[in-house]
């Protein structure tokens, strides 16, 4: 399992970082994926990857106080025709003086993973980089649209919509979110708005069936 170390801003990076602490927005660009090994380079210096692989989109990005921020990825190997080791890491952001720069960057060294070649097997690793924004107040990213969600953010889905529970039992321990039937009966077109319990639903509502 590789061991990252935490992302290493750059020499650009901090040059950007030190203009967001100035009122400037601080805009993530890409994550990018390589395998390139650290052999005497000065990390602060690199301008890009060692070896670059792949570049991955942004798909979430969330504030971590008191100076960070998580900017979620997703790696697959669907489009890898080549396997490689999954070694290093490069957040790129939009400087507006000198374009797109390498921000931060990680090497896992030879805890790399390996990433095999699409037709060996499904790889899809979710993941956040952790990265310093300072006192940065206007932090975003260019977010791809949603094609991934983590198994957090579906239940989390789940766990806030309402349920409609289908049984001969009454459910145990019910919350203001569930409602029995024993016979659905008739189907319901929830058009304008539809009354259940204490719930008002209308066609922007998601429902869970849920046979138990």
């Known amino acids: 399992m590789s061991s990252w170390g935490g992302m290493t801003l750059t020499n650009k990076g901090l040059v950007l970082q030190s203009k967001a602490q ?10 990018a994926v390589g395998d390139g090994a650290i052999s005497g380079q000065s990390i602060p210096a690199l301008t890009g990857l060692i070896s670059h692989k792949k570049n991955l989109a942004i798909t979430k990005i969330k504030t ?21 080791y999954f070694r290093e890491i490069g957040l790129f952001a939009l400087d507006p003086d000198v374009g797109e720069i390498l921000y931060a960057y990680a090497n ?30 206007n932090v975003t ?17 789940v766990n806030n919509s309402t349920k409609i ?6 459910p145990v321990n019910p919350d203001s979110n569930t409602f029995w ?19 008002s639903l209308d066609n922007t509502t998601t429902i869970y069936f849920e046979e138990i």
């Open 22 to 31: 100035g009122g400037l927005q601080l805009y993530y660009t890409k994550i």
């Open 64 to 84: 971590q106080l008191p100076n960070k921020a998580a900017i979620s990825t997703v790696l697959s190997n669907a489009d890898v025709t080549a396997g490689f």
């Open 108 to 137: 896992s060294g030879t805890t790399a993973d390996y990433i095999a070649p699409t037709g060996s097997g499904i790889i899809e690793k979710v993941f956040d980089v952790i990265t310093v924004v300072g006192s940065a107040a």
């Open 141 to 157: 990213a260019n977010i791809a649209s949603g094609i991934y969600a983590s198994t957090a953010d579906l239940n989390a889905a």
């Open 165 to 170: 529970q289908l049984s001969s039992n009454a």
């Open 181 to 199: 039937y024993q016979d659905m009966g008739d189907s319901y077109d929830i058009g304008d708005g539809l009354l259940i319990g204490n719930a």
